[in-house]
């Protein structure tokens, strides 16, 4: 790399009308490891062959209330046979995902009910530290992750995913008039001391978007926006997380349950809303770091813990349309030491609730909007001129074939937020390889919609902090 180069920033716009380099140290180039990041996509391809036992937890009895962590990269078999089909088969996962979030805030926006989103026949419709494992769904090609919990007394250990786009937590129960395949046994209610029906007088069962009754009990229906969905009993259950637990948290016990949950045994809900984890955990804050996406190792999530003193931290936005979804103060973004041309609006919330753009756990690439992503693009591609480039793939249009390297400079690309606060990420956090040859695409996408997302992809090896409390979003690199 170049040796470091120090600007001047001679005026603050309002409107970035001229590219402007920034006075920071932040280097204008950051190094990718082709070979490193291609040798992962081999070792991802050939691990889907091992069946990926079920690893039971130990408990730490520390003040922390940390735990030893098992990685579990693939939750069952699956056909993918080289990584372009993986990817391909992400991606297309992360294309639905994006429509259900578009769509969600869309009819929020509208002021139209959820239940308009009905995707099937609903037939069933007649506080201490909390810290547990976070593991990379993506061997089993969601581009999800997954957390060990405990559902029931005694506790019936689970993977679930983790989803800060989600309020309602829930598992898949038995007796299942329709379930999908699952790596754990289907929870049995039958064999829980703890199970406990809610009926439909509960405040709970009253804050759900869409419910019903029968005999007097209460019935819970979650529709995605993407054909996913489920529906079952709301109850009320005891959740284990490391060594301890909590009781009388409401979550769905899913009989009918359809989507995008591949492996998992259901959902553990991050949201903003009164019905989400945190919330009925009464948590001030709780973090989560997601490990590499090709990686079998393993990160934690965390409840009521303090954010790393090193975090780069921006203003935490709530939308009075949508309280799930967590919205970030992002004010620019730069690519090689130069702000985009872009209006410093254009992630804020508008005064209907639309646009904005939030940070999610499900969503693997970083959607933004049409004008916005083009002027990134273009300054990528104008900087990588050096580079190879090679056809697109998938919803990706800026690729380069990186065979014949082994490592190399790119346009180091950065988040910007108030108080001249900067997050640069690592290069395989925006250049991913996309088969096992050594092609790269440049992993941001355009969206149509108002709404912008910040991917995992883009907040791998990056520990997000949620102060809840005091409105505030940290992130720490390499806190994993």
């Known amino acids: 790399m170049g040796s470091l180069r120090y600007y001047i920033l001679f005026a603050l716009l309002s409107y970035s009308a001229h590219s402007r380099n920034l006075p920071t140290t932040t280097s204008k180039t950051t190094v990718l490891n082709v070979a490193a990041s291609i040798q992962a996509t081999l070792n991802a391809v050939s691990s889907y062959s091992n069946s990926g036992a079920t690893q039971s937890l130990t408990h730490s009895a520390s003040s922390s209330l940390s735990l030893p962590l098992h990685s579990r990269i693939s939750l069952h078999r699956h056909s993918h046979k080289d990584y372009m089909s993986l990817i391909s088969a992400r991606l297309g996962r992360d294309s639905a995902r994006v429509r259900s979030l578009t769509t969600r805030l869309d009819l929020a926006v509208s002021g139209i009910a959820t239940s308009d989103l009905k995707p099937v026949d609903t037939k069933s419709f007649g506080t201490d530290q909390f810290e547990g494992p976070v ?64 009926s439909c007088d509960a405040a709970r069962c009253k804050s759900l978007d869409v419910f019903e009754c029968r005999n007097n009990t209460c019935l819970y229906e979650v529709a995605y926006g993407d054909g996913s969905y489920t529906v079952g009993d709301f109850v009320t259950e005891t959740i284990s997380i490391g060594g301890e637990s909590l009781s009388d948290v409401a979550i769905g016990c899913g009989d009918n349950n359809e989507g995008l949950f591949v492996g998992a045994a259901g959902l553990l809900g991050l949201g903003g809303g009164p019905l989400s984890f945190p919330s009925q955990l009464n948590a001030t804050s709780f973090s989560y770091c997601l490990v590499d996406r090709d990686s079998d190792s393993t990160s934690t999530l965390e409840f009521n813990t303090a954010m790393p003193h090193n975090a780069v931290t921006a203003p935490l936005r709530r939308n009075r349309q949508l309280n799930t979804f967590y919205f970030v103060g992002l004010i620019g973004i730069s690519v090689g030491g130069e702000m985009l041309k872009i209006p410093a609006n254009v992630f804020e919330i508008d005064e209907s609730g639309n646009g904005g753009i939030i940070i999610d756990s499900g969503t693997a690439v970083t959607r933004l909007q049409t004008e916005t992503y083009d002027a990134l693009r273009s300054a990528f591609v104008n900087m990588t001129q050096g580079l190879e480039s090679t056809s697109g793939v998938a919803l990706f249009d800026a690729c380069y074939d990186l065979s014949k390297i082994e490592s190399v400079d790119v346009p180091t690309l950065s988040f910007h937020f108030e108080d001249g606060k900067e997050l640069p990420l ?24 108002a709404l912008s997302i910040i991917g995992n992809v883009q907040q791998q090896g990056t520990r997000v902090s949620f102060d809840i409390a005091n409105s505030v979003v940290g992130f720490s690199a390499d806190q994993c």
């Open 135 to 198: 593991v990379s769904g993506t061997s089993q090609g969601s581009g999800e992750y997954f957390s060990r919990v405990g559902i029931g007394r005694p506790p019936s250990q689970v993977y679930v995913v983790l989803d800060t786009g989600s309020d309602v937590s829930w598992v898949q129960c038995a007796p299942c008039a329709d379930c999908y395949q699952q790596a754990d046994p289907i929870f049995e209610p039958t064999s829980s001391a703890s199970f406990a029906q809610l």
């Open 426 to 449: 690592p290069a395989k956090n925006y250049l991913i390889p996309v088969d096992s040859q050594g092609t790269f695409c440049f992993a941001f996408a355009p969206t149509s919609g």
